[in-house]
């Protein structure tokens, strides 16, 4: 079961991914949690990226699909995986793909947690994050007892940078440029599936494991 998320930036793509690993019992790997752990374990690949990364440069996508390859080869991807967060262009997907053939696998599932931009700008802007602790909340959704103060330390809570409504607009604008091509890309393929993620997570959980075969 080797599954790709796709999912604008505040879609709930990564909540779900997790949900889908501990379901089916298989690792779910981000590009992030691959750099982290190569530089930590001072592999080449892990130094060759260090070296990018440390001059504030993109890691090249020939290198990020040799890491994510070389990860793909250890014992918890037996089963499968999910893929969140990568690919996000249409150059990587076609990288990754071929990777993949030249070891006789290749994606079973590329699933979209489909978000209207105007819902998403709702949902980050009422985001708050505690300068304490670090604990996040809602205004809406996971509100705290005491409005403004974190519950856990009590310190107080602040709209962060990322999540605010001009911030997110242009990630989203990102977004649409380079990743919603991969939907498109995935169709033709006819591994694509669309998954509404307006609604409550644990519902968007049960269409995706309804696409998965329960």
């Known amino acids: 079961m080797k599954i790709i998320m796709l ?3 505040g879609a709930g793509k990564g909540t779900q991914a997790k949900m889908i690993a501990a379901k089916y019992g298989v690792p779910h790997i981000s590009t992030g949690d691959i750099f982290r752990a190569n530089i930590k374990n001072g592999t080449e690949l892990g130094a060759k990226a260090k070296e990018y990364m440390d001059k504030g440069l993109l890691v090249p996508d020939e290198l990020v699909v040799d890491l994510v390859i070389d990860r793909f080869k250890e014992p918890d991807c037996q089963n499968g995986y999910v893929l969140d967060g990568f690919p996000r262009t249409i150059p990587q997907a076609e990288a990754l793909d071929k990777a993949l053939s030249a070891i006789g696998e290749s994606i079973d599932y590329a699933i979209n947690v489909e978000v209207p931009d105007e819902n998403i700008v709702r949902r980050m802007s009422g985001r708050r994050a505690c300068v304490g602790c670090g604990a996040t909340y809602h205004i809406v959704y996971n509100p705290t007892k005491v409005e403004g103060k974190c ?7 602040i709209l962060r940078d990322d999540d605010k409504p001009e911030t997110v607009l242009n990630r989203l604008k990102v977004y649409h440029e380079q990743t919603q091509p991969l939907i498109n890309y995935y169709e033709k393929k006819g591994v694509m599936k ?3 993620g307006t609604v409550d997570m644990n519902d968007v959980f049960a269409a995706i494991t309804k696409i998965l075969g329960e």
């Open 7 to 9: 999912g604008a930036p």
């Open 151 to 157: 519950d856990t330390c009590g310190a107080d809570l």
């Open 194 to 196: 669309e998954v509404d």
